[in-house]
């Protein structure tokens, strides 16, 4: 047999035992690891591979039949230990961090699993050639695993990655076997799959800009690959879309998919033909738009139709239209901002004071009346104390550049806020007097751990208002809590909208709403939403 070097990590000492010799030693291994543990049997796992992947002592179709075993109990553990990290805000702590990193590492040596497997192939092994495609399959899974690990937490991946992955798919296209049909109980919805699904599924995930994305739409992508990626094409000739433009592979090139309007044919180059996917995401975009159930359109059941249309909508224009390039980038004259987080901190800097109840006389602390008592006012020093019990405070971030209402902001290296996509914040610029609103719409963690997150701003001033269900049968308080209102610019045909806490609203439902100082409070119906982000949902109303 060949002498096969491993890459990702060194060899064991020599002194170290297998924990495992065959298919047979390595099911009765599995039944005995402690899958109530998981980080526990995570890491056995992830030191077995890291043996056997560097043991020339396994006969060829043992290693594959162990490996397939170990896949099915990896995909599970995976499965359980991504709460730990998936989610989170960013940066992550050392423990999630450390969930993460043993992940990574575990699906880095079960691509190397599979890569010793096709050492034994291109040994000829006579039992080995039957498995070729499947081989490659799991081998491009693994890599667009990778990929998506790194994707979870907002960092960049290895772009060499890339190359691996098209160097699979070369593979598969000398071989003919881009289109055989492979068992996958793990990656596919059916139970089946081939190296093209898998191929695909990795290059249009990664168009999906996960950046730009929460975990649970990250899943919803996951989830519209598995079920149409089928209907997607790779040809040599160039497949147009409406807007003339084509969606290609430079198969030798550290990069993914991209779209163009002069790529040519080339031998090295793929073109993704999207005719298909894109007449059946048009078509649920329009039977979602009627309100149909997405469960009936074989979408993930646990989304609203109107959510499921807006994550459709996105992927219809990245995949199949190709967004728009980036507006013009200009360097701010300012180089700083100042933030705030959530609704409760901004609401405060916006209010200047404490958010009490309205029209409810707010009982004065001891400590007041004393001050009251003794100097004739409350004293800055009690007034400081009893604002330093909610820890509302700002931060100040460097500005790299803006374009079209959009910042990208460098998160300061000693900050203690975490950063996620779809979170609230107030901002400030230079000189400004006002705290506008953003949304956290990407993240990028840079090399040496600078985090960059770009902000969109949300239009017009913000107004802080006290807000509360107006329907007696959903509402679970009579207290009102922070939100904001957002004035109508009837200029850009921006109609008046609310800012209110996740779940507060519900379409068709009535909305309490105080201005201070305004009298009564006054009863609004939510029209339609507008955006639900990861802390509030954005609302029209009748």
Known sequence: MATY?????????????????????????????????????????????????????????ERLTSMELLRETVAYLLGEQRARFVGKTIPLVASEYTAWNVSRSLVAE?????RRCWVDVCNSNEHMGAHAALIIQRTIRYLGLQMLLSGFIYRRFDTSLWMRLHSQWMEAEHRNLCDVRVKDSVGAVDGNSSVAQAYTAVVLG????????????????????????????????????????????????????????????AEHVRFIDMTDISRSIRRRIK???????????????DWKPIDARDQLLRLHLLWCEGRPPRGAITVPHEKEAILSFGIGETHFLLSGDLF?????????????????????KVSEATTRAKYAEFNYGTETWGMIDESRGAFRLLRPANSPRGV????????????????????????????????????????????????RSGDLRSRGSLTYVQGFRLPPMDALKIPETLIVPSGLAQRGRGIDVFHHGHGNPKQVTLYDFVERGLDFDRVTLL
Not at 110 to 114: D, I, K, P, S, T
Not at 212 to 228: G, H, T, W, Y
Not at 240 to 261: E, I, M, P, R
Request: with cysteine.
């Open 420 to 467: 996620a996509i779809g979170k609230l914040v107030g901002m400030k610029i230079g000189k400004e007097s006002v705290f506008y609103l953003g949304v956290i719409r990407e993240i990028v963690e840079e090399p040496e751990n600078n985090i960059v997150v770009t902000v969109s701003m949300l239009p017009g001033k913000p107004d802080p208002v006290a807000v």
């Open 356 to 376: 009490d109840q309205p029209d409810v006389k707010r009982e004065m602390s001891r400590q007041e009346t004393n001050d009251i008592a003794m100097f004739g």
């Open 287 to 301: 039977k979602l738009n009627d309100g149909e159930d997405p469960a009936s359109m074989d979408l993930p059941g």
């Open 110 to 114: 079960m691509e190397e699993g599979y």
């Open 206 to 265: 990664q168009l999906a800009n996960i950046h730009e994305l929460s975990a649970r739409q990250i899943d919803f992508v996951d989830a519209v690959m598995k079920r149409f990626g089928q209907k997607v094409s790779i040809v040599r000739e160039t497949a147009a879309n409406a807007q003339g433009l084509t969606l290609g592979v430079d198969l030798l090139a550290n990069t993914g998919g991209s779209f163009s309007a002069s790529a040519a044919p």
């Open 5 to 61: 070097t491993a890459t990702n990590q060194f060899p064991p000492p020599k002194s170290a035992s297998m924990f495992f010799s065959d298919a047979r030693t390595c099911k009765e291994w599995l039944k005995s690891i402690p899958m109530t543990n998981i980080a526990q049997a995570l890491q056995g796992i992830l030191d077995s591979l890291r043996m056997m992947n560097r043991s020339n002592d396994f006969i060829p179709l």
